[in-house]
């Protein structure tokens, strides 16, 4: 079990670009979470799935934002039209039915310049 | 709606001393509750959890937390530091089983040797 993995970790990218993120899950665990966290806050939460099915987004997820979780395994994130204020960390965290508990990747750093 | 406030932005304790972050946490019904750390560079790890039973749970690294309802509270302790344990710690809810988390903004921690 190699645990959470996020690719990129950092990303740098002028304003109005798309950039794409992906979260590989602990194999097994059928949740997956995406959170982002600002400077000096804890991580919101964006949307969740069980398999491949999105069950719930945030208000905080503007229709600039998409999240799929194809086969119900590895997840993308997409930000359209990148703004200065979406620069943050973004979060990707799985758990199994079965243990009330959230496993974390390190996260994707993301600059909008 | 569910929140959680850590009221102490920053805490520096010497090493050997005790430690005790505040968690209060808003929500009609028990919750899940959490503590999470974070190191600069990585990701979130959990140190210990409750949702029934004894309200004094025990985690890793040494750490303990309890419970209080009448106080709506869920404070983290150590009863001696090490100079390892400085991170940023951050207390968490869940309004049910494997739902989202909503966290506090966080506690830094720093330890003066």
């Known amino acids: 079990d190699t645990g959470v993995s996020q690719n990129p970790r950092h990303k740098i990218t002028k304003r109005g670009q798309n950039v794409t993120f992906r979260c590989d899950p602990i194999?097994?665990?059928?949740?997956l979470y995406w959170y982002r966290q600002t400077l000096g806050q804890g991580p919101e939460f964006l949307t969740y799935?069980?398999?491949?099915?999105?069950?719930?987004k945030s208000r905080l997820l503007s229709d600039r934002f998409s999240a799929e979780r194809p086969k119900g395994s590895f997840s993308t994130l997409e930000i359209q039209r990148t703004e200065q204020g979406d620069s943050a960390m973004y979060l990707c965290?799985?758990?199994?039915?079965?243990?009330?508990?959230?496993?974390f990747g390190p996260g994707t750093r993301l600059t909008v310049l | 709606a569910q929140s959680v406030t850590q009221p102490d932005i920053h805490i520096t304790v010497s090493e050997g001393a005790s430690l005790e972050l505040r968690c209060n946490y808003s929500?009609?019904?028990?919750?899940?509750l959490f503590w999470y750390v974070q190191s600069p560079g990585q990701g979130l790890q959990l140190l210990l959890k409750?949702?029934?039973?004894?309200?004094l749970v025990q985690g890793i690294k040494g750490f303990e937390a309890e419970f209080k309802r009448s106080q709506s509270s869920f404070n983290l302790r150590k009863p001696s530091v090490h100079w390892s344990d400085a991170a940023e710690y951050f207390c968490?809810?869940?309004?049910?089983?494997?739902?989202?988390?909503?966290f506090g903004a966080g506690t830094i921690l720093r330890v003066k040797s």
């Open positions: 409750y949702f029934s039973g004894d309200t």
């Open positions: 965290a799985s758990s199994d039915p079965q243990v009330n508990e959230q496993f």
């Open positions: 799935f069980q398999n491949e099915a999105q069950l719930e």
């Open positions: 968490a809810v869940g309004t049910s089983y494997g739902n989202k988390l909503v």
């Open positions: 929500y009609g019904a028990t919750p899940y």
């Open positions: 194999s097994e665990h059928n949740r």
